[in-house]
């Protein structure tokens, strides 16, 4: 058996995807489940919720001999399988993944197929931006994560005759 830990995809119920990460986490199993955040704007303010950034899937990194112990889970339905064998995905995606969502906090994923056998191992992989997109391409999952980047903000050097003529102007005004 191999005893080396790898990252796995963890089908869940709908919905059941925060409760089997904090299920596996309490097991001392590693784990992970991206979130999103999204801005919602109830009636008066703006407040942001983390919502499930891949519905139905978190990650799980476990050796073989842990997968028996998976089906004690309550809302973890299987691992998903790729060729008969538990699909196992590289440690640089899911790498990618948390930075990019650390970096730009909000992505929308776009499914390019699964597995992309073309990008497999294609330089494309990684964090790409441009303009004012940024892009991450996860060619074993078959996902390609885009986020909008905020405008930087610009630093101007202020004149030191500007504050005197501000205050002369509201001498003037008022």
């Not at 995809?9 to 089997?20: D, H, L, M, S």
């Not at 955040?37 to 519905?55: D, G, W």
């Not at 004690?72 to 060729?83: C, D, I, Q």
Request: glycine residues 4%; hydrophobic residues 35%; positive net charge.
């Amino acid at each position: 058996m191999n005893e080396t830990k790898q990252w796995h995809i963890a089908y869940t119920r709908p919905g059941q995807e925060k409760k089997v990460t904090e299920s596996l986490s309490r097991k001392k199993i590693e784990c992970y489940c991206p979130l999103n955040n999204i801005a919602h704007q109830p009636f008066y303010r703006k407040k942001t919720v983390p919502e499930v950034l891949f519905s139905s899937y978190s990650f799980v990194r476990i050796c073989e001999a842990q997968i028996p112990e998976l089906s004690r889970v309550n809302g973890l339905v299987n691992l998903v399988f790729w060729l008969n064998k538990p699909f196992i995905v590289p440690d640089e995606e899911i790498n990618i993944i948390r930075e990019f969502l650390h970096e730009y906090g909000t992505a929308t994923v776009e499914k390019i197929g699964f597995p992309n056998k073309l990008l497999v191992g294609h330089k494309q992989s990684g964090i790409h931006t441009t303009n004012n997109t940024a892009t991450a391409v996860l060619s074993s999952l078959g996902y390609v994560m885009t986020a909008q980047i905020k405008p930087s903000t610009i630093e101007m050097v202020v004149p030191q005759s500007l504050p005197t003529l501000r205050s002369i102007m509201d001498k003037i005004v008022g």
